[in-house]
């Protein structure tokens, strides 16, 4: 076996005994969501469409995959949107 080998089998070995991670699609939602509501708003009733802001801890860090939307009409009604995994 060469060393390229060798170093190929740790490695190998080292990311099939990692645990297994699920892909949460938020942020693409989320995304869509904010994308949707700018370009299909054809009777503008809609003032402003926030970016999707995350669900963070107080020391910056990611609390969860949610991601909130903030949406103002035109009389100043103000929505809020969530995308928060459904475990």
Same mark, same amino acid.
């Given at each position: 076996?060469?060393?390229?080998?060798?170093?190929? =089998?740790?490695?190998?070995?080292?990311?099939?005994n990692l645990?297994? &991670?699920?892909? +949460?699609?938020?942020?693409?939602? +989320?995304?869509?969501?904010?994308?949707?509501?700018? +370009?299909?708003?054809t009777?503008r @009733? @809609? +003032?402003? !469409? &926030? *970016?999707p #802001?995350?669900?963070?801890?107080?020391? /910056? /860090?990611?609390?969860?995959? #949610?991601?909130?939307?903030?949406?103002?009409?035109?009389? /100043? *009604?103000?929505? *809020? !949107? =969530? !995308?928060?995994?459904?475990?």
């Amino acid at each position: 076996m060469t060393h390229f080998d060798n170093m190929n =089998t740790i490695v190998n070995q080292f990311f099939d005994n990692l645990p297994k &991670s699920y892909v +949460a699609y938020c942020d693409y939602i +989320a995304h869509n969501i904010v994308g949707n509501l700018k +370009a299909n708003d054809t009777e503008r @009733l @809609l +003032a402003s !469409v &926030s *970016r999707p #802001k995350y669900d963070l801890t107080e020391s /910056g /860090g990611f609390a969860s995959t #949610k991601k909130t939307i903030e949406v103002e009409d035109l009389n /100043g *009604r103000k929505y *809020r !949107v =969530t !995308v928060e995994e459904v475990k």
